[in-house]
């Protein structure tokens, strides 16, 4: 099974993908998607739907997790 993990950020959304057989766990692949500071927030939210739909599609993912906001610095962002 493969299984796409998140960990979120407008700014640089960190994504990796794990293949999980049995205890067995091995990594497949992992990158960023980064959004540009000074674009709209629509614009923000719009390229990381497109980056992780191209992981998604690239990897045929069924599976996700994203980690859990633990602290929170700036509320409007979270």
Do not use: C, Y
Request: proline share 5%.
């Amino acid at each position: 099974m493969l299984i796409l993990g998140l960990d979120p950020s407008l700014s640089s959304t960190g994504w990796g993908v794990i293949r999980a057989e049995g205890a067995r766990i091995s990594h497949v692949a992992n990158g960023q998607i980064k959004t540009d500071p000074a674009a709209p927030m629509a614009l923000r939210l719009a390229a990381l739907q497109t980056g992780l739909a191209e992981v998604i599609a690239a990897h045929a993912l069924t599976r996700a997790a994203a980690e859990e906001i633990f602290l929170n610095k700036n509320p409007q962002s979270t």
